[in-house]
Each structure stands twice: as C-alpha cells, then as structure tokens.
C-alpha cells in the first residue's frame, strides 16, 4: 500500500501554534478547476507506512523529511484527538489524553528522520529562550506542546517540547523566532476539557538570550455559522511556519465537548506565516465540513461564518454484515504550491449507511474524502479516496466501494500512465478504482506486455516506472496484469484479470497510448450483494485521458455462480457505446455466494479490453457476508533495518525512563549451543577496544539505581557471569547487594510488569561485571519511577561506600526537577548518567548537572585497518545537548552553548553494535546510553581515582587519555555540521573528549 496523495496530516484534533493581533485578510490562491470523478495527479507517490505508538493507536506516514505527512488513526474507544507537527521533518503524533501524563516527547516521535547533508560552517553558538504560558483562567498552563522555530532559517534551530507548568526553557542560536503553546486541560479520566492555542509570531532572541510570555485570557472561542442549526463537532487549525523553501506546522484542534480557544497573531515580520481553520458542524441528519484556508495571520476574531456549499450525498458500502471505516476529510492545494492544508478528525462511520455533507466550495482548494476498514492493527488494506473540487450549489452523488474494485490506468505517480514519446514507451503502476471513481492502491500481482504476441516486459504492479524502446512502425501490443489483494478487510476483486490490446506507432510527441478499460457496477443493496430478480450491471467504458474517445462496437460480459467454472451470458445493451448495460436473471433460489465477472470489449479504434474478476460482487445476500479472518494482516509495516526497540515506556510527567534498547529480539538459553557463546560484545571486547587492565576494582563497589523491583536480578547476574567465566557475585559472599531506596534491604519495591525496568538492571549488571569483575555492586531500587524517589535511591547510592553510580535514565529538563540536583554530588563519588538515545535535542536531566558525568554513545566495530583494532563513530541516538538551567562549569570551554553541555566523553551504545546481556531466560543484544553508563562507572572503580571525579574536570584535563571520535552525527535535522551534534577532532557534544583509552583519563 502507498499513499496516493502527499498531503498534510490526517490529524484528528490535531495542534496548531500562532499569536500576536491585527485584523486578518485571507491570502489570494488561483483556483484551477478539476474534475469531480478524478483527482488530479500528483508529481509523485511516496512510501507509505504504518506506526503505533505507545498507547495502542497508530499513525499512518507518508513519505519522510520536511515532505512526509502522517495521519494519526486511533484505537477503538479511543479519542481522535491528537496534536501533530512535522518539525525539520521529525513527526510527533501525541494524543491529546497523554500530553498531561508525559514528560517527554521521545516515543511520540514516528517515520524516518529526516535526511540533511551537513554544511560547511558551523552555525550554533546557543543562548536562552525561557517560555511561559497561562491558560484562559490565566492560571499557569497545566500540560502543552511547546515549539519555537528560526524562522530567519528554520533548518538553523527548532525546537518540540513538553511544557510542565506552564514554563519551559531552551537553548537556541540567537536570530528570530515564532513560539508556539498549544495547552490542554483534562478531567481525570483524561477526557479534553479546553484547548488554548497561543503563539507569538516573532521574537527576536538576542545573545543575551530573552523570555516570552503567552496569555490565554484574550483568546477567542472557535465557532462556526451554519446555514442550518448545528452543533459543533470538531476544528482544527493549521500553523505553517518558516521560510519559503522550508516551513515547519504543527496543528492542533478539539473535539465536541472541548472549549477551543486561539489567540489572535499579527503577520510574519520575518519569514512566512500560514495559518488556516477546518470545522465539522453536525445536524440530525447530515455533517458540514467547512474550510477557511491561505490567513497570512491570526484572526482576531474566531467565529466563522459558513460560505459557499456543495451537497454531497454519500453510501458507505460493505460485503461483510457490517463493518467500520474510518472516515477521512481534508482539502488539497489547487494551482499553488503553498503548505498543505491540516486535515479534520477522523470519524467513524458504520457501514452499510449514507450520509449528507455540505462541503466548503473554496477557490483554489480540491477537497478529499479518504475512507479505511478500521482494523486492531491499523493496516491500510482497503484504503480507497476521492479528490474533487466542490462546486457552489453542486449536487454529487458518491458511494464508497462501490462493488467491483480492479486495476485501472490512473496514476498519481507522473501526467501519464501509459505514454509513448517517440519510440520511448514510459510507465508508471496502475492503481485501483471502484465503480464509483474512488482511487486505491490494494491489490499485486505480474504485469507483462507483448508485441505481437512477443513479450517485450515482465515485473510487478505496484512500484514499477519503466521505460521501454519500441519500433517506429505500428504494432499490436497487449498490456496484462494478473492482481490479488489481501481478504483482511474485504473478500471482493480478490482476483482480477486483465488485458488492454492497442495499437501503437511512434510519436511526434508524448501521447497516451488508446487503453480501452471498464469502471462496471452492479446494482446492489449496501452490502455489495445482487438481489434475486434481474442482475444489472453498469459498466463505463474510457480511454486514458488525452485519448479521443472511441465508441465500443463490441462487447459481452459474463457472470458466474461458481467463481468462473461455469459463466452464463448476460444481454448487453451497448448504447452509445460508452456506457453499457448487462442484466440476467438472478432465480429465487439462489446460494448466498460471490458473483464472478467476464468482460470482453473491442472499440472503434481496435482497441480491447478483456477482464476476468473473482468475488466482483455478493449475490443474494442481503446481510452481507463474513469475511474470514477479518481485521486485516497489517498492511505496510515501519519497515527497515533490525528491530530496535526500547525497553522502557515513556515516562509520565514528572518521572523518568530508562534508556535500555534491545536490537532484535531475546533467543532463549537453552536455544546456545554447549561452548558456544552469546550474540553481543562481552568482557573481551570491552577490554580489547578501551585497552582495560584484566585485573583491578577488588574491594570497590560500584552502585546502580534503577526503578521497581527485579526479582532476579541476582539470578540473572549470575548466568552472565558464569558463561564468561567470571568469579560469582552473591549476596552470600558479599559481593552483591540489593536495596530500596532507603538503603533497606527489605521491604523491597514492588516489580511492574507494565514498565519492566529488569532488562535495564541486567544491562547494568553486567556491563560493570564485564568491566570490573572484581567489584562490589550495590543495587539501589527505588519505588516508583517518580524523579523524587529516583532522587531519594541516589542519595542511598552516593551515601552507599560506593566509589562510583552510574545512573541509565533520564528525562527532558523541567523547572520542577532543578530542586532535586544537590541528589547527585557526594564528596569522593564519581556519578555517571546517560546522556539519551534521541540524538541531539534539548538537555537531558540529570545528565546536565554540572556534578555529573555525562556519558555519549558511539558506535563501535572491529577493524583491521587501524593498529587499535577497533574503530568508532557518534552513534546517532547518543544524547546531546546544551542545558537550559545548568551554567556552564568553568572547566567546560566549548563556545556555542552558553550553559552545561552535554556529554562529556562516551562509550559503545548503538545497539546494533551492541553488548550481550542475560536477562528474564534469555539472552539479547542490548544497547542505548544505558550501556555506556556503567561501562564508565566500572572503568572508574578499577581506575581507583574516583575521589578526583566529583565532577567531569578531570576527564577533560585528560582528554589525551582517550580516543579522539573524529566522525558521525547525532542530529534529526541540519545542524551545519557543529560541534555540538557532529563529531569532529578534539571536543564535540555526542561523543565529549572521546573514549577511554585505558584508564589514564579516569
């Protein structure tokens, strides 16, 4: 499946930013009429996948970079409100019910991160921009989205963030900005309350840095006049910003039920600034679907008033006895290339029904309808659209999967599907249409052509551009596919056969070759199904468009009871010849079943058409059918690469999350062949690539917090260490010790299934064995993954003898956490924290505290092409990042980030050049800053110099001591090859000094 539009965001009360005042007049678009039957082509199709996210709704992605769109499709019973923005190309989908429960955006991110090439001259010194914001009760916001873009160049600095009462701070380059909060409210079952949407337009941040504050208390309620009295049941307001060859969105919206407040935003003094509105109103018995498109501002104002209409009649059809399908609205762009336009929430509709909708007739905008089977697993069999341009006063009649669904010569993916220039024939794959118009992509299968009989072409259907040289004299050519589609959601066309004869001589210029193909309905009730009587089929015959049209003289069309073993005619009336009907009887008696169809067709011009469809329609079964299995097979998948995945969920507002990534899947012990040893780096490695002494550490412990109980922790422990034949530490001989947060050694933390922190304490575990077996280890649980009882363990830790603590969690920084900082120092203990695995972003906590460690992420790999035998580069996910709170140290000397940087040196992180861990029954290949943290901390306690760590001053008065990583990024979008997201000699944020080379730096 693909996406057949490249479009906006399906956004589902999605976040949109803007502020400032001034009175509003709509931007100018030339209109460009398109047909109401055929959308018009795109300059190209993209990839399309599916995403879920963490609470069980899915997003759907179109494309990737600044280009890519997603649609944000939400679980059964589940709210369809979700903000969405596409910042540099990294798209976060979070639905509004969580934006109060998280305090990070991390594992909202969903699709590819953006591609972007490194330019020469760095472009980063950072300075502070300090938001807040109070709602329209002007009290401090309690949960928002929060984004500032450059708007002097918006691949300079953006920023995506979680604001947690009603303040948030980053560090950005000074320029210009548009800041934007988008905040909500909730009642305690998480349902939306209020939605207050809050921009400034510009800010101008000096190198001093500056603050912006945002008020809700002048914000105006969204609403809409309706020719009818109606009731409001959703908008969404798009926010574009940037420049003209780069523009950031973020969208937002409510639902019935929530107060919607926008702010009012001047124009853009610098840059550009799109903002537009899109409501659903409800009556009874029909919907308006309203578009306010192209403000090159904030209106004051936020009533709408209703203006010119189309009247759309519309039948949801379904072979199954009943079915539901997400339905989908937005407009597209006619005759300009601005930013696309937000889309409505979806809503659900039950199928067999119809429906009435009164759609904005808007110049310079086609709207398109987007229908998809619901399914548990989001996937996309089935999809089908309609892109037309509303006309004022218009009256259309549409239906939804109208019967027989095959593959027809339009395209999206160039101006032609078939088409010869010269002696050149270029094409590009078909695509699904219904009897109706609607457009699709579902079904696969072999294509081929031949001249003469002779094969001159064989590939595939879907994904195919070709070119193919051909005579300059006139030949017969057959062009067939044979397709089938997945049953997931639907049992009919689940086969179909066709082939289109034409002829065809060179040309003077690109010209559509003359395919004759049908778009044939039956006359059925709403669930696709032939009733008893006389059958009647509806078949329109047409040309590729640019093709004079060419009446059919000849034509028969066949049914058949037992999907195609026995065929009974049918009697054709051809009429004018291009559109055609078939009827026969159909006796009482008949088995509920599926109806095959033949057709065969020759025009005027000699061209043909001859189609064979199994299951085209249901006959007799007026209640629909079952379909076996249905709920889908999950259509397109993320796709790409290993399956990493990380071991902790996002953490709630307030709390923080572990960092442990696994790379594939656990394989069970008992699955490790005798002798054999374990995927994953281990001790040999570890001691080989940082040229660690084999002995040291004996009578030093290491201490590591974590959250929850692991209840065998010490089993596990004890595996890994006995495969690599490393002495036991137990709690018998002392070596091992666990504890809660207190520093007691019972009651323990309860464990948690639903946020298993196990693989984490394994991942811990074992890498300071691996490193330093001879030292002591001391676990310190906490209660809850709450930053205070995270806070309380590591003063158990520090306080613990413990010479060093490593710490693999971590969260965005906020202004609550700043008073829990003094947690982290302990005369004469060495503390390490990770410093993330989202690359570079804004700092991380408690990784910023200037009386820590800050521990980077490279990725490392066997070589022999270096007298080292290893080699390393940034690791993409590393952490980095330049702190909001924490100033910079005075032995911290890098010169773009005002404040504390992180990290400061690093180790192996990326999990697909990953370390072996045994955890739970089986072993894995783990990875993330989780790994490099206590590496560090062990190499520390066998060093014996933590008394000189109090802080990271020592390790850059050392920097000699360590592995210079001179190559890799860690950046999501263009950081102009800076130091702080790129790696280069000497210091650079993702990887610090570098990696240990023994323990000189330590």
């Not at 639907?490 to 004869?501: D, K, P, Y």
Request: charged share 15%.
């Amino acid at each position: 499946m693909r996406r057949l539009i490249q479009r906006r965001v399906c956004l589902a009360a999605a976040a949109a930013l803007v502020g400032g005042a001034v009175a509003v007049t709509p931007a100018v678009v030339a209109a460009t009429p398109a047909p109401a039957t055929a959308p018009a082509a795109a300059a190209a199709s993209t990839a399309e996948h599916i995403y879920p996210l963490p609470t069980g709704d899915h997003v759907r992605v179109t494309g990737s970079g600044q280009s890519a769109r997603a649609d944000f499709l939400p679980a059964a019973g589940h709210s369809a409100a979700a903000v969405t923005s596409n910042v540099d190309g990294r798209i976060t989908v979070v639905p509004v019910s969580q934006v109060a429960r998280i305090s990070s955006l991390d594992a909202f991110h969903v699709g590819p991160a953006a591609t972007t090439a490194n330019a020469a001259k760095p472009y980063f010194p950072m300075t502070a921009l300090h938001i807040t914001a109070l709602d329209h009760a002007g009290n401090p916001v309690q949960a928002a989205e929060v984004i500032a873009v450059n708007t002097d160049d918006p691949t300079k600095a953006n920023w995506d963030g979680i604001m947690t009462a009603g303040d948030a701070r980053v560090e950005v380059p000074a320029g210009h900005y548009s800041v934007a909060v988008a905040a909500f409210e909730t009642d305690s079952a998480g349902n939306s309350t209020e939605t207050d949407v809050l921009t400034v337009t510009d800010v101008t941040v000096p190198a001093a840095g500056t603050a912006v504050a945002l008020d809700a208390r002048t914000a105006q309620q969204v609403a809409f006049t309706t020719p009818q009295p109606s009731t409001f049941a959703a908008a969404v307001l798009g926010w574009d910003r940037g420049t003209a060859a780069h523009m950031d969105f973020l969208d937002i919206g409510a639902l019935a039920g929530t107060r919607f407040y926008v702010g009012s935003a001047a124009k853009a003094t610098y840059g550009s600034l799109n903002f537009s509105m899109f409501g659903r109103q409800t009556t009874a018995s029909a919907s308006y679907l309203l578009a306010f498109p192209n403000y090159d501002q904030v209106p004051a104002s936020q009533t709408y008033n209703t203006g010119a209409l189309a009247t759309v009649d519309s039948t949801y059809a379904t072979d199954e006895p009943q079915q539901d399908l997400t339905m989908t609205d937005l407009w597209n762009r006619v005759g300009s290339s601005g930013p696309a336009f937000p889309d409505l929430p979806a809503v659900t509709v039950h199928a067999p029904s119809t429906g009435r909708q009164y759609i904005s007739a808007v110049s310079g905008a086609s709207y398109e309808g987007l229908m998809l089977p619901v399914t548990t697993s989001g996937s996309l069999d089935g999809e089908l659209e309609r892109d037309f341009v509303p006309g004022a006063g218009e009256h259309l009649t549409l239906t939804w999967r109208g019967t027989v669904i095959t593959p027809a010569p339009s395209t999206y993916d160039g101006p032609c599907f078939l088409c010869r220039s010269g002696n050149t024939l270029n094409g590009v794959d078909v695509m699904d249409t219904d009897g109706s118009g609607d457009v699709g992509q579902w079904s696969d299968g072999p294509t081929t052509i031949t001249e003469d009989g002779k094969q001159i072409y064989n590939a595939g259907t879907e994904g195919q551009l070709f070119t193919l040289a051909l005579p300059t004299a006139k030949h017969h050519y057959v062009y067939s596919l044979d397709t089938t589609h997945d049953t997931g959601t639907t049992a009919l066309s689940t086969h179909t056969q066709i082939s289109w004869g034409f002829d065809s001589a060179k040309t003077a210029v690109s010209a559509p070759v003359p395919i004759l193909y049908a778009q044939a309905r039956f006359v059925t009730d709403g669930h696709d199904s032939v009733p008893t009587g006389t059958g009647t089929l509806d078949v329109t015959f047409q040309h590729q468009p640019g093709v004079a049209s060419s009446a059919v003289k000849k034509a028969s069309i066949s049914v058949s009871y037992d999907d195609g073993t026995t065929w009974q005619p049918t009697t054709v009336a051809l009429g004018d010849g291009r559109r055609v009907s078939a009827t026969w009887p159909v006796p009482a008696g008949t088995k509920a079943g599926y109806l095959a169809l033949k057709m065969s067709a020759t025009d005027a011009a000699g061209s043909t058409l001859e189609e064979t469809v199994h299951h085209a329609a249901l006959v007799n079964a007026p209640g629909g059918i079952a379909v076996s299995g249905s709920g889908g097979s999950g259509g397109s998948g993320s796709g790409g690469g290993t399956d990493v995945h990380a071991v902790c969920p996002t953490a709630a507002t307030g709390h923080v999350r572990c960092f442990a990534l696994i790379a594939g899947a656990k394989s069970p012990a008992s699955t490790l062949a005798k002798g054999a040893k374990p995927d994953g780096f281990a001790r040999a490695d570890l001691l080989s690539a940082y040229k660690l002494p084999a002995t040291g550490g004996a009578g030093r412990t290491v201490a590591i917090v974590d959250a929850y109980d692991d209840p065998q922790a010490e089993s596990d422990l004890a595996v890994y260490r006995s495969t690599y034949g490393l002495p036991a530490c137990t709690t018998a001989n002392g070596c091992f010790r666990k504890v809660n947060e207190r520093g007691q050694t019972s009651p323990l933390p309860a464990h948690n299934p639903d946020d298993d922190w196990s693989p984490e304490v394994s991942l811990d575990l074992d890498m300071v064995s691996a490193v330093c077996p001879a030292c002591h280890i001391e676990l310190v649980e906490s209660d809850t993954t709450d930053s205070t009882s995270l806070a309380t363990a590591e003063r158990t830790a520090t306080g613990s003898g413990a010479v060093a603590v490593s710490n693999s969690w971590g969260g965005d920084e906020s202004t609550p956490d700043q008073g829990l900082n003094s947690a982290f120092q302990h005369p004469g203990v060495a503390v390490t924290v990770s410093s993330g695995d989202h690359g570079f972003i804004e700092g991380a906590w408690p990784a910023s505290l200037s009386g820590v460690i800050a521990v980077g992420g490279t990725s490392l790999t066997k070589t022999t092409s270096s007298a080292r035998g290893w080699s390393e580069t940034a690791w993409k996910g590393g952490g980095s990042g330049c702190s909001a709170y924490i100033a910079k140290p005075a032995w911290q000397h890098d010169t773009h980030c005002p404040n504390r940087t992180v990290a400061d040196l690093s180790a192996v992180a990326d999990p697909n050049t990953g370390v072996a861990v045994y955890v739970e029954g089986g072993w894995g290949v783990f990875g993330g800053t989780s790994a490099s943290s206590p590496i560090i901390a062990a190499m520390i306690a066998l060093a014996g110099n933590s008394s000189a760590l109090p802080n990271a001053q020592y390790v850059y008065s050392h920097a000699a001591d360590f592995f210079d990583v001179t190559s890799g990024t860690n950046a999501d979008w263009d950081c102009g090859g800076d130091y702080l997201c790129v790696a280069g000699p000497g210091y650079d944020a993702p990887t610090g000094v570098g990696t240990p080379n023994g323990l000189g730096g330590l």
